[in-house]
């Protein structure tokens, strides 16, 4: 999952240029697609950054692939009660570290997260 | 629809130089001149079109503002084809539905390239952020939650059999395992595992509800999908998901967390409570919601945008079409997978 250090020295250099020098210039037409474009380098930097892929939390508990587990869970052939949701759950918060911290920070300060 | 920027290339003057006659007969007018056209901000699957012209005699004489709506250079499979939206569009109108007004349906492909549908144009705007952080909402989202619940009331009053709707399917048994069934094979036809939306589906195939309806499903009635003019509900927009369902899954869908646009505290589409949208609902629709079963639809909401998010993100990872916006809502589906975990423990562990 980690990227080589060059790679994410690219990457996070490339991501300081494009979020100091060329964003601030863009016009008004523009900044919706400017806007994207940075949300895009901000999911690739937490990847590269990433110590492990998000299905290692998955693997670790003996559940196998996300994959797996998904054909497992269609077969019903998996114990689907509170520990599983517990397990999911850190699954898709690893998931949520890469794509969207924010909104997993604004999830967890509204109090609607992990009373486990 | 202010947004629109005038476009006058003269691509596009030349893909809709036959629109101004074809409109002219379709209206009995001796003479429609197109005198403004812009294509319309958004529309993913469909492009809209603002359309301003003036008729010479027929039917409306005089200055109108409509949209004109065709398809994009790629659409999904569950979007229904635009002659199919119009037939739709004219049976929620009828009803008393707050949707825009159809005016006239070309399905001659080579006019402007696709079939197309001309509609009376809404006013204001359906910007969803612009609504949710408009500094008067306070004053107004009550207001605008009641007519919502009124205007949806009067969809779900239309029940099939409706001749002009003959071809949207009438789910045979339980609309919500027909849709359980619908979204599994969804998922089989996207690359990689997605236990969190299997998990879903198991406990939603588990705590089905008893079956309600069918009736006419708007289906994907949002913040985002209707205007606001003033404070007021002034259009109901982008019909082509109607279906015939149970009707809190429209319900589910307008109060789920990720049609809130993070303003979460007001849980119809970010713009009120509940309770102004069910008074209005109730009223017309002479029933009483169960608030109980709502989470219930809001785990089916949730599932179902991750479902179309990953087939968004799939059109631009297959290569079929690759634009940035795709790209980036194919990496949302881990928001309302957490949205769905924590409805579900909400109901299956009740803080007391």
């Known amino acids: ?116 | 629809m202010s947004e629109a920027a005038t476009n006058t290339s003269d691509a596009v003057a030349g893909r809709f130089a036959a629109l101004g006659p074809w409109l002219a007969e379709a209206l009995g007018a001796q003479r429609v001149e197109i005198t403004g056209m812009s294509k319309l901000a958004g529309g993913a699957i469909q492009e809209n079109w603002s359309l301003d012209a003036i008729c010479e005699g027929g039917s409306r004489p005089g200055p109108q503002a409509w949209v004109l709506r065709t398809d994009a250079p790629s659409t999904i499979a569950t979007s229904l084809p635009r002659a199919e939206e119009y037939a739709i569009l004219k049976v929620a109108h009828a009803a008393g539905v707050a949707a825009p007004e159809p005016i006239a349906l070309c399905e001659e492909e080579s006019l402007i390239g696709g079939a197309f549908y001309v509609m009376a144009r809404g006013k204001g705007t359906a910007h969803a952020r612009k609504i949710v952080r408009d500094p008067a909402l306070p004053q107004f989202g009550a207001a605008l939650a009641e007519e919502l619940g009124e205007t949806l009331a009067r969809l779900h009053a239309v029940t099939p059999p409706v001749a002009d709707l003959a071809f949207l399917p009438v789910p045979e048994g339980s609309p919500v395992l027909h849709r359980i069934a619908q979204y599994r094979a969804d998922l089989d036809a996207l690359p990689g595992g997605h236990p969190v939306l299997e998990y879903a589906l198991n406990w939603l195939e588990d705590n089905a509800p008893p079956p309600q309806g069918p009736v006419l499903c708007h289906t994907d009635f949002r913040t985002g999908n209707y205007m606001v003019d003033g404070g007021h509900l002034s259009a109901v927009l982008d019909w082509e998901f109607a279906s015939w369902n149970d009707p809190d899954e429209d319900i589910g869908w307008l109060t789920a967390r990720c049609w809130r646009f993070g303003n979460d505290g007001c849980e119809v589409g970010g713009v009120a409570g509940l309770d102004p949208f069910l008074a209005g609902y109730e009223r017309v629709a002479g029933r009483k919601v169960a608030r109980a079963i709502l989470p219930y639809w809001q785990v089916m909401a949730e599932l179902r945008w991750a479902i179309i998010a990953l087939q968004q993100g799939e059109r631009c990872n297959s290569g079929t079409e690759i634009t940035l916006e795709l790209a980036l809502t194919g990496v949302m589906p881990p928001e309302m997978e957490l949205n769905i975990l924590n409805l579900i423990d909400m109901i299956e562990e009740p803080q007391p």
């Open chain 1, 1 to 116: 999952m980690k990227a080589s250090r060059t790679a994410r020295g690219l990457l996070e250099a490339a991501c300081a240029e494009y979020t100091n020098e060329i964003l601030p210039q863009l016009p008004p037409s523009q900044r919706y697609a400017g806007a994207m474009l940075r949300r895009a380098l901000d999911v690739l930097l937490a990847e590269a950054a990433a110590a492990e892929p998000p299905e290692a939390v998955l693997e670790r508990e003996g559940l196998g692939t996300a994959t797996e587990l998904a054909a497992a869970l269609r077969r019903r052939d998996v114990d689907d009660g509170p520990a599983l949701r517990r397990i999911l759950r850190s699954h898709v918060e690893r998931k949520l570290e890469i794509s969207n911290p924010r909104f997993l920070e604004e999830t967890r300060a509204a109090g609607a997260i992990s009373r486990a």
